[in-house]
């Protein structure tokens, strides 16, 4: 690929969004109004990052419980998410869903599983409508690694493959299901060797290098508008804090200290910002980037707390979608 | 009313029909529903292990590939995966059928149906729904065991968000799988086996009988029997044997057991005072219990006798044919529960 073709202030811009966004929660979760389990994306901005900037508004997206980013890259509004982080009726889910089940149906976000591996089949049946319905929007499903050892994976790669979907699965291997790492899980690092198994085009990049997955998500995005079947990618990237909550691993002792340092040398910004700066972009004009993103987020955060709280009848009326017969 | 009557014989129906009513069998009445559900939209499609197979699922799905093509499609052996495909097909406006030949099938989709597919609109607030129907049978007979024989209904109805119908008679076939259809929310209907050759007035015009409305089979005041499925054939048989002992019994069927209808119950039990209950099931857990539980929680001076259940005994289904004989309760279980009610 042609690097012009790249938008890499784009680029830079998401990133910087996605980290000054969960960065907001690290700074405010320990007053404890905000009552959600958070699942931070810390160091992994990259791969939502340059998957996303091929979609479409109305393209399909399906996340798991670490979402925060997916929906953002998509073009979610911070202070919906903010709202729904501390359960108020502005929220995106009007308080119902919390952090770990976003819905944003307008860009394609019907519902998310906080069930590991349970969102895979949902990409494979939105991708299925729509190659039932002749529409040309594609669907991207996002999950770990760990869901890679679920029966749904399977049923839903072979499934996707079977029926040629427009479906671009993106494993984010960070290494971690909790606090179990890979090689105590799997037999083989690389998971995207099994969705090769079931015929599907698999691509395996650094997952730390934004154009890297840009460009792997550039090809596949290609092949499934095409109708050319399911793409899988596997991004091999790193989890900076702990599974939930903001916290680090290496202050319970459930990982070494050493290990994540050697990451964050890897950070996706910081890696993106030394390759722009051949374009001239500096380090203030990285900071600059980095105040107005981050001044954005507060204002966000600021009206999502002014929401209310929703009604108590709220949770009766929401059981079933009126309607029928 | 022809709709409401539950055809014991064939001469039963053949009266229907010497009236002009259209009859058809439970398994014709369910196979037209879902081709005139598959010709209405085009958003309507069928999927299921086997579904195109020359027995079209014991002839409910027979001819609709021929018919429809690419919207009736065999599944893969991947329930729970399938499960979530469809409901996420469900989720963005289409209206998937997914069909479990055997009820003992459903567990396998139980982590997409009750983690996500009930919970998708709730948890969205509002935003998503998932409009999708799911189709099992219950079986009997034939040495089909501990796999091929259970009402797994009772084990979904404590998930909130999920509907659950167990139609008995041809014309609440067709029905009630069409008020599915139309329904926003996913509805499990739980077919049984044993009914599928049993013949009823059914009109050719598609139809909706109402999820969450019991009817009343049949009138009396003695006792009240609540039955489902094919227990309700059995409730009419007993219920006719007790009539000539001058014993009567009124029969209702809640089609539904989520949502229930417990204002037919209660108007019934306000009657008789005595309730028999009958399921397809095991007895503990059963929708049964919710019924009394509710029926004491409300008013517990209602009922003037203990109440009796008539359902398969806490133990997986045997297969030895004695052992079969044995297990499944009949009319007589039926007429004895009700004798001690009165007792």
Known sequence: MNTAEIPRRDLLETMVLLRCFEEKIVEVYGRQDMKTPVHLYIGQEAIATGVCAHLRKEDYLVTTHRSHAHCLAKGADPQALYAEFYGRVDGCCKGMGGSMHPAFPDLGIIGTSAIVGGGIPHGVGTALASSLRGDDRISVVFFGDGASEEGTFHESLNFAALKKLPVLFVCENNGYATVSPLFNRQPNPDVSERAKGYGITSYCVDGNDVEAVYEAADKAVKQLRQGGGPVFIEAKTYRWKGHVGPGEDWKTGARDREELEQWKKECPLKRYLAKLKEDGVSASDFDALVQKTDAMLDAALEEARKSEFPPTEQMYELLYRKGGC | ?343
């Not at chain 2, 052996?77 to 209206?95: D, F």
């Not at chain 2, 149906?113 to 709730?122: R, S, V």
């Not at chain 2, 119908?165 to 509805?187: E, I, R």
Request: proline letters at 7%; a negative charge.
């Open chain 2, 1 to 343: 009313m022809p709709w409401t009557a539950v055809c014991i014989s064939k001469d039963d129906s053949l009266r229907f029909e010497q009236d002009g009513h259209r009859c058809l069998s439970y398994v014709e009445a369910l196979n037209e529903a879902q081709r005139q559900a598959l010709d209405s939209d085009p958003e309507v499609f069928l999927i299921g292990e086997g579904i195109d197979d020359v027995g079209g699922v014991f002839g409910s799905t027979k001819g609709l590939k021929e018919a429809f093509g690419d919207r009736v499609m065999d599944m893969p052996i991947a329930e729970n995966g399938l499960t979530g495909v469809v409901s996420a097909a469900a989720g963005v406006g289409m209206k998937p059928v997914l069909v479990h030949m055997r009820a003992d099938f459903l567990p396998m989709s139980m982590d997409q149906l009750t983690n996500h597919a009930a919970k998708w609109h709730y948890m969205s607030g509002g935003q998503t729904s998932i409009p999708l129907v799911v189709r099992s049978i219950i079986g009997r007979g034939w040495g089909s065991a501990a796999q091929h024989s259970q009402g797994t209904h009772s084990m979904f109805l404590s998930t909130p968000g999920l509907k659950i119908a167990l139609p008995s008679t041809p014309y609440d076939a067709k029905g009630l799988f069409l008020s599915a259809m139309q329904d926003p929310n996913p509805v499990l209907i739980f077919e049984h086996r044993w009914l599928y050759d049993s013949v009823g007035p059914v009109p050719e015009e598609m139809y909706a009988v109402p999820l969450g409305e019991a009817i009343v089979r049949r009138k009396g005041s003695d006792v009240t029997i609540v039955a489902v499925s094919q227990t309700v054939q059995q409730a009419i048989q007993a219920a006719d044997t007790l009539a000539e002992k001058g014993i009567e019994v009124e029969v209702v069927d809640p089609r539904t057991i989520a949502p229930l209808d417990m204002k037919t119950i209660m108007e019934s039990v306000s009657k008789t005072g005595r309730l028999v209950i009958c399921d397809v099931s095991c007895k503990t857990g059963g929708y049964g219990a919710e019924i009394v539980c509710r029926l004491a929680e409300s008013d517990p001076a209602l009922l003037q006798a203990p109440v009796h259940r008539v359902s398969f005994p806490d133990l997986p289904t045997p297969n030895s044919p004695v052992l079969e004989e044995a297990y499944y309760p009949g009319v007589d279980d039926i007429i004895a529960a009700v004798e001690a009610a009165l007792s």
